[in-house]
């Protein structure tokens, strides 16, 4: 009979990546979205096809902000502080993929 000391489980994630990656590429569809609603007249080199950029390297930026979201599961689920530090450090890095999907998508298009 064996113990349960002995057992080693395999880490099962609690969502897929896929699902992550939609989540995130929602979060960033919806804020930049907002912004570009808000937002004036882009370069009239771009035309009114402009927003076209934005609305597909903010999304793509927050998709790969899931995925690192998911990849932390792992030390999330050890549960106190790896669970906390594990949470601020896949939050840090999506805001900061957000804020540079930004920059690159509206670069050259709406700013200078």
Same mark, same amino acid.
């Given at each position: 009979?064996?113990?349960?000391?002995?057992?080693?489980?395999?880490?099962?994630?609690?969502?897929?990546?896929?699902?992550r990656m939609v989540q995130g590429? =929602? !979060?960033?569809? *919806?804020? !930049?979205? &907002?912004?570009? !609603?808000? &937002?004036?007249?882009? #370069?009239?080199? @771009?035309?009114?096809? @402009?927003?076209?950029?934005?609305?597909?390297? %903010?999304?793509?930026?927050? &998709? *790969?902000?899931? &995925?690192?979201?998911?990849?932390?599961?792992?030390?999330?689920? #050890?549960?106190? @502080?790896?669970? !906390?530090?594990?949470?601020? =450090?896949?939050? *840090?890095?999506?805001?900061?993929? =957000? @804020?540079?999907?930004? %920059?690159?998508?509206?670069?050259?298009?709406?700013?200078?």
């Open positions: 009979m064996t113990t349960k000391e002995n057992l080693i489980l395999p880490f099962i994630h609690r969502g897929s990546r896929s699902k590429a =929602i !979060i960033g569809l *919806v804020l !930049i979205s &907002a912004f570009l !609603i808000s &937002a004036g007249q882009g #370069k009239p080199e @771009w035309g009114n096809w @402009w927003m076209i950029r934005p609305l597909l390297i %903010v999304p793509f930026a927050g &998709a *790969v902000g899931g &995925a690192i979201y998911y990849y932390m599961d792992e030390i999330r689920s #050890k549960g106190g @502080w790896h669970r !906390i530090i594990a949470d601020l =450090i896949s939050f *840090v890095i999506f805001m900061i993929g =957000i @804020w540079m999907g930004s %920059v690159l998508g509206l670069s050259g298009t709406y700013w200078n």
